[in-house]
């Protein structure tokens, strides 16, 4: 048996419904129902990083704390990170200005705040795109 140990960093992104209903604006239950299992993969993958004592960062949307709390506190007791994923999974630079996009993070924040006392530091962009105000 080998004594070598690999390091690796899993991130998770938990958007749920908040990409279906946010920037595709699906209104249809079959679109929306394909963001449903997120909670159900959450605890899978909860499972599996617990049966393997490895810890993880998730990516979470303000809305999808709010819609499914009890998978957030579920990742916080873990002892998994937090990070934040914007409120309803909105691009950035389709935000339209400085103050609308400041909106959103904070709103984000708060979401993530309430539901599981945690204010993530680290910020993934939904779209994987930033504005030129995000960095600021």
């Given amino acids: 048996m080998s004594n070598h140990r690999a390091t ?4 998770f992104d938990f958007d749920a419904i908040s990409i279906w209903i946010g920037p595709f604006g699906a ?9 449903e299992f997120g909670a159900i993969g959450v605890e899978r993958i909860l499972k599996l990083l617990a049966q393997r ?3 993880a960062t998730f990516f979470v ?6 819609t499914y709390p009890e998978s957030l506190r579920a990742i916080v ?7 934040h994923h914007g409120y309803l999974h909105e691009n950035p ?3 339209g ?24 530091v680290g910020y993934r962009s939904p779209a994987w795109d930033n504005s030129p105000h995000t960095i600021e």
């Fill in 53 to 55: 004592g490895v810890r």
């Fill in 27 to 35: 209104t249809s239950p079959s679109m929306i129902s394909r963001g």
């Fill in 8 to 11: 690796v960093c899993l991130t």
């Fill in 97 to 120: 200005s400085r103050e609308r996009e400041e909106q959103v993070l904070l709103r984000g924040l708060e979401a993530l705040d309430k539901v599981a006392g945690v204010r993530p």
């Fill in 93 to 95: 630079c389709a935000l």
């Fill in 77 to 83: 007791a873990a002892g998994h990170e937090v990070g």
């Fill in 61 to 66: 949307t303000g809305h999808t704390a709010e």
